[in-house]
């Protein structure tokens, strides 16, 4: 008979993670030499203590690590930026925590500028970003 470990994600740093409806969303981040840059979606259930690995569709964001995350009303997040490995990012990204898909969003005028590690806060219908 053979055992089978607990399925559960590699172990990383500088990754994202939000609460949704008692559970953990983690996406990304950096799992070492034996992991590499990430872009994986991961839940961790609160009860029955245990992880599942997203199935994403849509345009999922490229791996990378130090990227910033929001809440936007019930089930939507926003990602922006972060380092991919090679240098700094200013995309944007919409995931909807219900569906599972993933959308790029496009800037109308001036873009922010690449950067790693910085913090967002939704306010009403604004996005800041420090």
Not at 1 to 9: A, Y
Not at 29 to 58: Q, S
Not at 101 to 106: H, K, L, S
């Amino acid at each position: 008979v053979e055992i089978q470990e607990p399925v559960k994600p590699c172990a990383r740093d500088s990754h994202s993670a939000v609460a949704h409806e008692g559970q953990m969303m983690v996406f990304g981040g950096y799992g070492g030499p034996d992991c590499g840059m990430l872009n994986d979606g991961w839940i961790y259930h609160v009860e029955p203590k245990k992880w599942e690995l997203l199935e994403m569709t849509g345009t999922v964001p490229t791996p990378r690590q130090q990227h910033s995350v929001a809440r936007v009303g019930e089930s939507k997040m926003l990602l922006f930026g972060g380092f991919d490995g090679d240098a700094r990012l200013n995309d944007m990204y919409e995931y909807d925590l219900e569906t599972g898909v993933w959308r790029d969003i496009a800037y109308t005028g001036l873009a922010p500028q690449p950067r790693d590690g910085a913090g967002i806060a939704i306010l009403g219908e604004f996005l800041y970003l420090f």
